[in-house]
């Protein structure tokens, strides 16, 4: 599975951005996607995630209300709606797919992963 993220770029605070990722090779309907985020000297970090279709989706506290998932894995196309952008948001975020239905907030859960997309948010 290949996944390419899109997106990102420079916004100022309390703007929007829309991520995009879209997978290609083999895969499932039923895989849960994820974004996750790595700011400059700070370790990964998990953003949303959304499981199979019609689970409830999971977010991290800092970007509840804020930020949106939207499309699962059977659209092969999923999307991070960031809106209130703050410069603490400012990181390479990176999708990523896993081989099962239920969505974690772990990384190490997720098996497939894009090169990333960085978003910068100029206070």
């Known amino acids: 599975v290949q996944l390419q993220a899109s997106g990102g770029g420079l916004v100022q605070a309390g703007g929007s951005l829309k991520l995009s990722c879209v997978a290609s090779?083999?895969?499932?309907?039923?895989?849960?996607v994820a974004w996750f985020r790595q700011a400059p000297g700070k370790e990964r970090e998990f953003v949303a995630a959304?499981?199979?279709?019609?689970?409830?989706?999971l977010y991290a506290d800092s970007v509840r209300g804020r930020f949106t998932i939207s499309g699962d894995a059977a659209e092969n196309t999923v999307n991070l709606q960031m809106s209130g952008l703050k410069p603490e948001d400012t990181a390479i975020y990176f999708c990523?797919?896993?081989?099962?239905?239920?969505?974690?907030?772990?990384?190490?859960?997720?098996?497939?992963w894009g090169q990333g997309t960085l978003v910068t948010v100029s206070s």
């Open positions: 990523a797919r896993r081989r099962t239905s239920v969505a974690t907030r772990r990384q190490y859960d997720y098996n497939n």
């Open positions: 090779g083999r895969t499932y309907s039923s895989d849960a």
């Open positions: 959304r499981g199979w279709r019609g689970a409830t989706p």
